[in-house]
């Protein structure tokens, strides 16, 4: 029987929201990479049911949402997503700052495939705004991990089928 | 951090296929960006996935709208006559002002009689509510609740109280994007009003600044210099308040001055802007003027919808070349500016009696939408690309 899906699009929805929530402009720069985090987490955990055309489809999503250049985050959510599959063997195994670490950096290079398309397209920007999500998303994994191992084991205990 | 069998297994046999759709994926979304950047291909599906994201947006701003709903609902009864005491005293002024402006406007409708050029029409707007919907923290991008059936248009300026705001970008049927000139990739051509000096006002990307790069050394520009629409490029209706001049800098030994100026309108705190719809002989192009009054019976063949551009491009071989006319396959001429004041047409703008403000008339909505129902194939007018701005 194939394994449900929902609740991988109910978190990707739920990170959209994130990303589109009104901050106060203080604050907005500091605004975690939501869409990233939950495209790292599901590649990682979930990797028969989130693949690269899942990511795909959410940088299609959040693209729209950002009013960015349609294909921009498709292309680094899936350049993302695609690592981590190739990798989550041995990143699940890795002890939890490491693979923080490892969050870091793959947040870093999203961060610069998305500026190298603004760069091609003559939007190059740097800034807070561009390292803010970066530097908020690494700091708040550990937390978001906590969070949704927690909701995928209740699944996985509670229905046979999500394991 | 269990290892779940059934996903291990499931990579087990798709273990070949991610280099594969990772290839896909990146093809796919070059071609995106691609097309996205090159024309206007996908406005058809950005237009479809925009209005998809439509509900999700409108959820995120409920919390902001109920909230707002509260305030207005559960005032105390106290803070509603002071408000209304203070709107009172605001009328009243305005209306001194508007007898006053009554007067003028005569006065000027002679002068421009004697000097026989045209009446200038005012602009018909309606007024868009900005959903709290937080975009790209790069961009200076909102999302409205007006969109192509309310009558907005790709291209059309938007305003509030005090000044510019910026232009529809993209219109998604119920809702529409809109591009605010602090944008680093939006330029305002506009006109000093103590000297007419013409220029161009491009985004920083701070929402308090705008930059005017094109001026050179010798250019007559001081601070505290109040800057309007020119209304050149067709994008934006001639003046409305742009922004104050804060500093004017000539001492980085270059060529051009550095000078910064401040918006108008405050565009931190927007809530609520109006679409302005320009008289032009019809409302679904920003740039064409209505032709002049000699061609009724090839106006409404020629629909400003089908098209808009090719009838700016030549607006004074109109009356000669007749309904044969510019060719609808023509590239639209960014670069004409219709400088032209709009006449007066009977048949394409039946909204406004031609009179002489540039003070915006606000109509009821249902009204506005059917006089501007022609926008699905609206023009790609974009942001403001004027000759001088950089691409």
Redesign the interface.
């Known amino acids: 029987m194939r394994?449900p899906r929902w609740p991988v699009w109910l978190l990707l929805?739920l990170a959209?929201?994130g990303?589109?929530?009104?901050?106060p402009?203080a604050i907005?720069?500091l605004?975690p990479a939501w869409t990233t985090m939950v495209v790292i987490y599901w590649a990682l955990?979930?990797?028969?049911?989130f693949?690269?055309?899942s990511?795909?489809v959410a940088?299609?999503?959040v693209d729209?949402?950002?009013?960015?250049?349609?294909?921009?985050h498709?292309?680094s959510l899936?350049?993302v997503?695609?690592l981590v599959?190739?990798l989550h063997l041995q990143m699940?195994?890795f002890p939890l700052w490491q693979l923080t670490l490892s969050v870091f950096a793959l947040m870093f290079l999203e961060a610069f495939v998305l500026l190298w398309?603004?760069g091609a397209?003559?939007?190059a920007?740097f800034?807070p705004?561009?390292w803010?999500?970066v530097l908020a998303a690494g700091l708040l994994w550990p937390v978001l991990m906590a969070a949704m191992?927690r909701l995928r084991?209740r699944l996985?205990r509670r229905d046979s089928s999500f394991? | 951090m269990a290892l779940s069998s059934a996903d291990s297994e499931g990579r087990a046999y798709r273990n070949a296929s991610p280099s594969l759709r990772f290839f896909l994926a990146g093809v796919a979304s070059l071609a995106l960006m691609f097309l996205d950047h090159r024309g206007t291909y996908l406005e058809g599906i950005r237009a479809y996935l925009g209005a998809a994201m439509y509900p999700l947006q409108v959820a995120i701003n409920s919390p902001v709208a109920g909230g707002r709903w509260m305030r207005e609902n559960l005032a105390l009864r106290e803070r509603l006559i002071t408000e209304n005491a203070a709107l009172r005293s605001a009328a009243l002024a305005d209306s001194a002002e508007l007898q006053r402006l009554a007067a003028l406007r005569a006065e000027n409708a002679r002068y421009r009689a004697l000097l026989d050029s045209k009446a200038r029409v005012p602009d018909r707007v309606v007024v868009g509510e900005i959903l709290a919907v937080d975009m790209d923290p790069l961009r200076h991008r909102v999302v409205l609740n007006k969109g192509g059936r309310d009558g907005a248009y790709e291209g059309q300026a938007l305003i509030d109280a005090d000044g510019v705001v910026g232009q529809v970008t993209r219109d998604q049927a119920d809702s529409s994007e809109a591009i605010l000139i602090t944008d680093p990739d939006h330029a305002v051509p506009v006109e000093v009003v103590r000297n007419g000096l013409r220029t161009i006002a491009m985004g920083t990307g701070d929402l308090e600044r705008l930059s005017l790069p094109f001026l050179t050394r010798n250019a007559d520009i001081k601070a505290g210099d109040l800057l309007v629409t020119s209304g050149l490029g067709g994008a934006f209706p001639a003046g409305y308040p742009v922004g104050t001049v804060v500093t004017v800098d000539g001492s980085s030994g270059d060529a051009f001055l550095e000078v910064a100026a401040k918006p108008a309108a405050s565009l931190d705190r927007l809530h609520e802007v109006l679409l302005v719809f320009q008289q032009r002989g019809g409302a679904a192009g920003p740039a064409s003027p209505a032709p002049p009054a000699t061609t009724p019976a090839v106006a409404p063949a020629r629909s400003p919808s089908r098209i808009p551009a090719a009838s700016a491009a030549t607006p004074s071989t109109e009356p000669a070349t007749g309904p044969a006319g510019p060719l609808p396959g023509e590239p639209a001429p960014v670069v004409t500016p219709p400088v032209v004041e709009p006449a007066p047409n009977e048949e394409t703008a039946p909204v406004s009696p031609p009179t002489e403000s540039a003070v915006p008339e606000v109509p009821a909505p249902p009204d506005a939408a059917s006089a501007a129902p022609a926008t699905d194939d609206a023009v790609p007018a974009g942001p403001v690309r004027e000759p001088g701005a950089p691409e």
């Open positions: 394994a929805v959209l929201v990303e589109m929530l009104p901050l402009a907005q720069p605004r955990m979930w990797p028969g049911r693949g690269v055309f990511a795909f940088g299609l999503l729209v949402a950002h009013g960015s250049l349609l294909g921009q498709a292309l899936s350049l997503a695609y599959l190739r699940r195994v398309i603004d397209t003559g939007r920007e800034g705004a561009r803010g999500p191992d084991e996985e394991a």
